[in-house]
């Protein structure tokens, strides 16, 4: 099942959401969920905005989408507003998803999880400016801070905005790299807003 792009849609699946996950430790989830929703409804304006800013730059080819342009576009108003909105919507979802998962222990969000993992690693760059750390050999000196905010990203055909996001566990690191190799990997708020709603109203 798709998920909607309207709010109406959405907003159906995330009330529904907000009524799977409930917590007698914590009844004020679902009011937290709720709230996700509430703030979506004018990033969604937003997004749409920035998606018909973008379709004349996407429509050029690869080698005429020069970095002047691109400057020229990220300065513009809907793309300032729907990068400031998106990134603290993404803190605000990791925090709901943290409450869940690691205070409540909530058996309904365990679905969940992986998504958590990867809001985890975007919420230490976006709070802390700094790829998120991880545990290194004693004779490399306990754990390593790398500087790093993401990079403001745009898909090479689409229309949304997103960000390029350092991280030590990213799936695509092999196995037998050498400790504190890290990767890059693309996120977007939609995307993390519509994969929990498939993990959590949809069951899917």
Not at 133 to 140: A, D, F, M, T, V
Request: charged share 30%; net charge neutral; with cysteine.
């Amino acid at each position: 099942m798709m998920i909607p792009n309207d709010w109406d849609g959405r907003h159906a699946l995330w009330r529904k959401a907000s009524g799977l996950l409930v917590s007698e430790e914590d009844p004020w989830i679902p009011s937290a969920i709720l709230d996700l929703s509430w703030a979506e409804r004018s990033i969604l304006v937003i997004e749409k905005e920035v998606a018909e800013v973008l379709r004349p730059f996407q429509k050029k080819p690869p080698i005429e989408r020069t970095s002047q342009a691109m400057d020229d576009l990220e300065k513009s108003p809907a793309f300032c507003e729907c990068r400031a909105l998106s990134k603290l919507w993404i803190m605000a979802l990791y925090e709901v998803c943290r409450v869940m998962i690691r205070d409540v222990k909530l058996p309904a969000a365990k679905p969940l999880e992986i998504l958590f993992d990867e809001l985890d690693a975007v919420r230490m760059p976006f709070a802390k400016h700094e790829v998120r750390k991880i545990p290194l050999g004693k004779h490399e000196g306990g754990k390593r801070v790398l500087p790093h905010f993401p990079d403001l990203c745009i898909p090479l055909w689409g229309y949304e905005l997103g960000w390029m996001v350092k991280d030590y566990k990213y799936d695509g690191i092999s196995p037998d790299a050498p400790a504190g190799t890290f990767a890059n990997f693309y996120v977007s708020r939609r995307s993390f807003a519509d994969r929990f709603l498939r993990k959590s109203a949809l069951q899917m």
